[in-house]
């Protein structure tokens, strides 16, 4: 299970630098003002399908990580840290206060914050909600076991837990707040439908721009938005720079954990590293070269989180739930203290919450045919043959995986 939450992040890292150079090109690109004037359906397809541009802003995204990692904890990952996160909140915060004061901002904060009965009647606000949830606050990921290496032993464990739940959130509201108003804003200039008609707003082109998917949206929609508005060129520069820092700080984290696997297997860091640096680099081009390829792993290690997270509560279950809240959220050294609610959270809600949300994707996701067609790039199929050969690997090694590591820690 252990080595399932590691590869199946592992595996996520090897796009997720690709996303890394995709928002670091952007980011140049706006700098030198190579994204005005143009057309950004076409710049983005052009810059995908070139081949040698996304191979070599994944490569750049990997080098600049790993650079950072090789410092160290203490003189790498913090001090990035110390940087990229103050700095994110500052570009967030402007960001927000620039899209609110656009004209119809309203329409955007009455779109986001408003409340919609029959919205709760629609499975697919509650399945993308739920994913958002978990995928946002790194559920079933491991990168909090990897940093809790390095913690003092007396640490909150329960109130950094809370801490990384509500600083997740509050950014996500953050860049909400920048993004939501500024599409309701003005995508009457891109849409066919005038924004406000009579009186009354008019959602359709907003939420089509909405509709555009993640890369559409953040790629396509955002920057041909900020080009409508005065200094178009710095509004597109912070955005992508925002985007480039988010992007950075979880993929150094990711790369932590892959290195720091390897390092329970005995390697040094200094080998650990480059190790990792490289197959990074070599597994992840085919994500880089076909957006295909990209959207297929995105789709198998996203679901494969859900696996995962299904193995933490499996092992907390396994322990005794009650036995595991006491133990590890109730020490005496934690000054918040949780309550018996959390065993029917841990115990029930979150494994029937798995089952829903996996259930709930393949059905939204795969048709009754092409589900069974592992060529498929969303198809059940082809996420069943990638775990399926990697949990056949795994319990294969299980007992040297075991051995080594349990070898590793007597003498650590």
């Known amino acids: 299970m252990g080595g399932f939450v590691s590869l199946c ?73 110390r940087i990229l996160l103050p700095s994110l909140l500052v570009l967030l915060i402007v960001g927000a206060v620039r899209s609110l004061t656009l004209a119809n901002a309203g329409a955007g904060l009455d779109y986001f914050f408003g409340f919609k009965p029959e919205a709760l009647y629609n499975y697919k606000m509650w399945l993308e909600t739920l994913s958002q949830s978990a995928w946002s606050t790194g559920a079933g990921w491991g990168l909090v076991l990897t940093y809790a290496v390095y913690m003092r032993e007396k640490e909150d464990i329960t109130l950094n837990s809370f801490l990384t739940g509500f600083g997740n959130n509050s950014a996500s509201l953050l860049a ?38 993640n890369e559409g ?91 995962s997270g299904s193995f933490f509560a499996f092992a907390a279950i396994k322990t005794g739930v009650n036995q595991f809240r006491e133990t590890y959220l109730n020490r005496p050294e934690n000054n918040v203290k949780v309550g018996r609610w959390f065993n029917i959270v841990l115990g029930v809600m979150i494994p029937i919450e798995a089952a829903v949300l996996m259930i709930g994707w393949v059905y939204r996701e795969c048709d009754m045919v092409a589900c069974w067609y592992p060529t498929r790039p969303f198809s059940l199929a082809t996420c069943v043959a990638q775990w399926g050969m990697l949990i056949i690997i795994l319990l294969m090694l299980n007992s040297w995986i075991y051995s080594r590591v349990s070898a590793e820690g007597s003498r650590g």
């Open 9 to 81: 992040t592992m595996g996520i890292m090897f796009y997720y630098s690709v996303v890394t150079g995709w928002a670091l090109k952007y980011f140049l690109s706006a700098v030198t003002g190579a994204l005005n004037g143009v057309d950004h359906n076409v710049y983005w397809d052009t810059f995908t399908s070139s081949g040698i541009q996304p191979v070599m802003f994944h490569l750049v995204s990997i080098a600049i990580a790993s650079f950072i990692i090789y410092q160290g904890i203490l003189n790498g990952i913090e001090r990035a840290n």
């Open 176 to 213: 909400g707040l920048v993004i939501i108003p500024a599409v309701f804003s003005l995508s009457a200039t891109i849409g066919s439908a005038d924004l406000i008609a009579n009186g009354t707003v008019d959602f359709k082109a907003a939420e089509a721009a909405l509709a555009a998917g």
């Open 217 to 307: 949206l953040g790629f396509i929609v955002i920057p041909q938005l900020f080009s409508k508005l005065p200094a178009a060129t710095l509004l597109t520069s912070f955005f992508f720079l925002a985007l480039f820092f988010a992007a950075l700080s979880s993929l150094i984290a990711m790369m932590e954990l892959s290195t720091r696997m390897l390092m329970d297997f005995g390697f040094e860091r200094r080998k650990a590293l480059p190790a990792i640096a490289l197959l990074c680099g070599v597994l992840g081009i085919p994500s880089a070269y076909s957006m295909t390829f990209f959207k297929n792993q995105d789709w198998v290690w996203g679901l494969g989180l859900i696996i």
